[in-house]
């Protein structure tokens, strides 16, 4: 089984019944796995997503660490090495196997995600990005802020109304939460790896963990290897790259999953090899780059959950917070680092 590509094309321009019946089907994958994949969703110019990261990424080391993102409880900006974040730190498994929010300092600690990236966010935000200069990438900055970033806010707008729809709750019940546009965007590179440094279990490309925003927005290149947790089996879904470029996955974040008091659940993902590596005991892993959009809620917004899905059956699981307290101590549990009381 894997997860069907939907076309989105019919949610800016069809009839009220037509955008209905999209949502409706959006939704129901998003029941079933935290997670989507979407074609034809109105991002057209070119996602070439090698040549964009490649030329951050094939900086010197010193130029990326001028960027170097600081490994406190504040949103990311900037660079971080490989093993910088440690996915592992963020979720863990209850008594019935399902994955939550780590709620306390009780993990491993030597797990490494083999990756490096880049985090940013639009030009003006207070949390502001540290650049590399346009002379070392001529008109990356102007790409990435400029056109990017605003087109994948925009999609990501246009899937949280679809789910406004499906769940039958009022348009604007997520969307008008996200007026500040806080939303983060990442370019992340996984180095080549040989197969055989997974088999001690430390190291993975990405660990499985879920995303701390409302929804996360993924485009890969063909390499492969991302895989989202099979619900209803057990084990494991991979997410296989196809032959549309522009082809996007979309995965329930920790936010959304509050302010539903979990009536949506966040899509539990990891970066294992590719599917032709799988059974491998040895060869080497080919570089891979993604690149991933966090669709976050306002930072004072309360993200606790709504009364609507509170009920006799549903009692209220999340305390009220806002969504930066949520993301900062999401954040630090990726660095060991506390967020300021
Ligand atoms: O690169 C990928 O396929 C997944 C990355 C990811 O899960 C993340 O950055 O949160
Ligand atoms: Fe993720």
Redesign the pocket.
Known sequence: MSIPAIDFSAFRKSTEQERRELANRVTEEFKKHGATRLINHGITGEIDIREQSDKFFKLSEAEKVATANVRDANPQRGYSHVGSEA?SKVNKRDQKGEFQICEDDDVDQELIDA?E?FDYTRDGDEYPTPWPSDVSIPGFHDWMEGTFLPDCMRLARDVLTAIELGLDVPVGTFTSCMESRVDEL?I?H?PPLPVEKLKAGKIK??HP?T?FGFI?L?F?DATG??EVEDRANGGWLPVTPTADPTEVGVYIGDTLVHKTNGHLRAAV?H?VAPLSLKDREDGVMPE?F?I?LFAKADRHADVGPMPRFITSETPQRFPSLTALELHNKRVGQLYDARPKA
């Open positions: 996915t990756k990236h990442r992340q996984y490309r990405c963990h995303d996360t993924l890969q290897g991302l993902h970066v891979r993604t991933a």
